[in-house]
């Protein structure tokens, strides 16, 4: 059994958290590849070391002392390193980074020196092999990562006895340290794990997983034990944040299931991302939906055009008023002659009435309205597929709470409905989906 266990930023905060990781990886024996991200913030006033470290590089770049900024990271890290008492020579290590910034460096060379420096204290402090993600990832000059290139750097050094990788970053063929987007340690993890072909990629962060609610709005919500990649994405679409989106492909390649565990609570086991769930829902069913999940701050533009229906190439003319602005289309629910395009407020915010003129010059509608402040909900489920009256039931109990659905989308793979209300009553849909729903279904079965 082999399993990558990458830990987020919040895991290795401080000494106490890296004890709680020691802790994790001594208790199973599979886990001998780790990744780790950079300390993260200890408490909500904290800052997290990478975001330091990017306005550190823009201090430099605009000639302002960036000192206050750079000793706040040295501090953490110097702190970790004596309440553990280790002997890394950090002040040999600051020294190198603080002579590239004098002599021009990088963005990307400075901010991954925030995973770089918590990967060397990780490695002695758990009696590891520190392996430099610059050694080992491998990226092409169109910042890809070189998955062929990568394996064949990992094979001379990756050590059965257990290797400690900072996640986030790689190189270019030159060398160039080059860094992924935010979040971009789950990326690493799932990258390692293909290669080695890991048994699980379990990714270390604080929460147990996958809730099927936001629990900031359904407290009591329950934990999702498991779920599929499609489910997942739709999930992730509209606003559940729980993995790097590139984190799922070079995990799922190769069937590798992803265990989203917390370091906080380890007994808990978490969610688990697969790429099938049908032999393990035979033993425990899943909930009818897997997660509720949406986003405020949609806007709609609805759109009457008379005999617009068999008018070749309508559809692609509006279309094109939105492309030509730049802007993605969330969704587009019709009826005969009439379209509504539903975008992102923050997408339109500097263009919605160029765009509404253009519709107006380009298509000439019979009728135009734009309405802000719509919110999407997603119910997603696999337990939703072949399940007739569904989509009823959930209608039925919006309205007896009142709440008016102005947009409904159903896809034929029956993996999802989404429905667009007014932002203000956001809080109460979810709230009411998960009592009809998930609550009910609680209570009468046995599931967690
Ligand atoms: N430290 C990087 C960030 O904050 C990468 C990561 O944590 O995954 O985005």
């Avoid at 993260?40 to 470290?53: A, Q």
């Avoid at 299931?257 to 049908?278: A, H, K, Q, V, Y």
């Avoid at 395009?341 to 765009?355: F, H, P």
Wanted: charged share 25%.
């Amino acid at each position: 059994m082999i399993k990558v266990a990458k830990f987020g930023g919040s895991s290795v905060a401080n000494a106490e958290q890296f004890k709680k990781v020691k802790d994790i990886i001594l208790s199973d024996p599979a886990r001998k590849f780790v990744v780790t991200s950079a300390c993260g913030k200890e408490s909500s006033e904290d800052h997290k070391v990478t975001d330091l470290l990017y306005l550190c590089e823009a201090h430099v770049r605009y000639g302002v002392s960036y000192e206050p900024l750079f000793s706040l990271v040295e501090d953490k890290y110097r702190k970790i390193k004596e309440d553990l008492g280790l002997k890394l020579d950090l002040e040999a290590e600051f020294q190198k980074i603080r002579s590239r910034m004098k002599k021009g460096m990088s963005v990307d060379y400075l901010v991954s020196r925030g995973e770089y420096l918590a990967a060397l204290l990780l490695a002695e402090y758990l009696g590891y092999k520190f392996v430099d993600a610059a050694d080992v990832i491998a990226f092409s000059y169109n910042g890809e990562i070189d998955m062929a290139r990568t394996a064949e750097l990992m094979s001379a050094r990756l050590d059965a006895e257990g290797v400690v990788i900072p996640g986030f970053y790689g190189a270019l063929p030159g060398g160039a340290i080059r860094v992924m987007s935010r979040g971009g340690s789950d990326i690493t993890g799932s990258v390692i794990a293909n290669i080695v072909g890991a048994d699980v990629y379990e990714n270390w962060t604080d929460v147990s997983g996958i809730y099927v609610a936001d629990p900031r709005i359904v407290p009591h919500s329950v934990r999702v034990a498991r779920v599929n990649y499609s489910e997942l994405r739709a999930l992730s679409y509209l606003g559940a944040n729980v993995l790097h989106d590139d984190a799922v492909f070079p995990a799922s390649s190769k069937s590798i299931p992803i265990n989203i565990r917390n370091t906080n609570e380890p007994e808990n086991r978490g969610t688990m991302i697969l790429n099938d769930c049908s032999e393990m829902d035979k033993e425990e069913p899943p909930y009818t939906i897997t997660g509720i999940t949406g986003r405020k701050g949609f806007v709609g533009i609805t759109l009457v055009k008379n005999h617009s229906t068999v008018e070749v190439g309508f559809i692609r003319r509006l279309l094109s008023v939105f492309e030509d602005h730049h802007v993605s289309i969330e969704y587009m629910p019709s009826m005969v002659d009439s379209y509504s395009i539903i975008v992102r407020a923050e997408a339109v915010a500097n263009c919605l009435y160029d765009i509404v003129g253009w519709i107006r010059e380009r298509i000439r509608p019979d009728a135009l309205m734009v309405e802000e402040h719509i919110s999407l909900i997603a119910c997603v489920g696999r337990g939703m597929q072949k399940k007739p009256g569904l989509a009823g039931k959930l209608l039925s109990q919006l309205g007896a709470e009142d709440i008016n659905v102005k947009i409904i989308e159903l896809t034929s793979d029956e993996l999802g409905i989404v429905f667009g209300i007014d932002d203000d009553r956001y809080e109460d849909a979810i709230r009411c989906i998960y009592d009809k729903f998930i609550a009910e279904e609680k209570k009468e079965s046995r599931l967690i």
